[in-house]
């Protein structure tokens, strides 16, 4: 699999980070958009570790990128790109979080009920069984498997979405439990929001009103440890802000205000 797309012409000023983990090619339809900006990278994470991740994008930044660079990344990596930033402090001179994860624990039991409060009882047993199927040791066929699960909860995750193609080119699951087991545990010790105190560039996070990820999930710990740090809700707006009907545009203008 590639490992890295570029869009638009040098200097690449901006790096765009995938979700999941194991959903690469997922922010294509951004870095294509932001593109007209300036030049965008979009690195693919392939490792199976929190630590090759890191390594990897490191590598690639360094080699292709504009340093130091704008660093957006969605979900997972926001989180990634969070982790980066508060480790390659010289690589990153804004970093933007969208729809990102959850940087305390506590907030988790919330994320869950709101999306299966958003399914019809049939898709909620789709959920579970799903869900039992991918905790299933030795199980074959686990990556199809996220692939299905993915897509039920992008139903519970978006408020009134467009019509698109998912651009994800291919699930991985054997990532996305290794890193994700990485990311968890990171998290419940508190050393993930820890590492915020390490982070001096400016920090926005974009996160969506109907995003079933709670935003105090990530107001509250990152506004305690990384000292610039703002916060910009989207209105009628999930976890994908490009994929939504009403937030689209208004979501793309305040990041390429954010590039300017």
């Not at 979900?75 to 010289?90: D, E, H, K, V, Y």
Request: aromatic share 8%.
């Amino acid at each position: 699999m590639i490992n890295l797309r570029k869009y638009g012409k040098k200097p690449y000023a901006a790096a765009v980070l995938h979700g999941g983990p194991g959903a690469p090619g997922g922010v294509a339809p951004v870095a294509r958009e932001l593109s007209a900006v300036c030049g965008i990278l979009e690195p693919m994470q392939t490792s199976a570790t929190l630590e090759g991740q890191l390594r990897e994008l490191r590598d690639l930044l360094e080699e292709h990128g504009e340093l130091p660079l704008t660093l957006i990344g969605h979900s997972w990596g926001a989180m990634l790109g969070f982790i980066f930033t508060a480790q390659n402090p010289r690589f990153v001179k804004k970093l933007i979080l969208v729809g990102s994860g959850l940087f305390n624990e506590k907030y988790v039991p919330k994320l869950s009920e709101t999306r299966l409060s958003r399914l019809n009882e049939e898709e909620k047993l789709q959920a579970r069984n799903l869900r039992e199927a991918l905790n299933t040791p030795g199980l074959e066929g686990k990556s199809e498997l996220l692939a299905r699960f993915g897509k039920l909860m992008l139903k519970a995750d978006s408020f009134d979405p467009l019509p698109q193609d998912s651009e994800v080119i291919e699930f991985q699951y054997h990532v996305f439990a290794n890193v994700w087991k990485e990311a968890r545990e990171l998290r419940k010790s508190g050393k993930l929001l820890e590492l915020g105190k390490q982070i001096h560039c400016p920090t926005v996070a974009i996160h969506g009103d109907y995003n079933p990820h709670p935003a105090a999930g990530i107001t509250e710990p990152l506004s305690q440890v990384v000292k610039n740090f703002r916060f910009i809700p989207l209105a009628k707006c999930g976890h994908y802000p490009w994929m939504e009907r009403a937030a689209r545009e208004s979501f793309f203008q305040l990041l390429k205000e954010e590039l300017r």
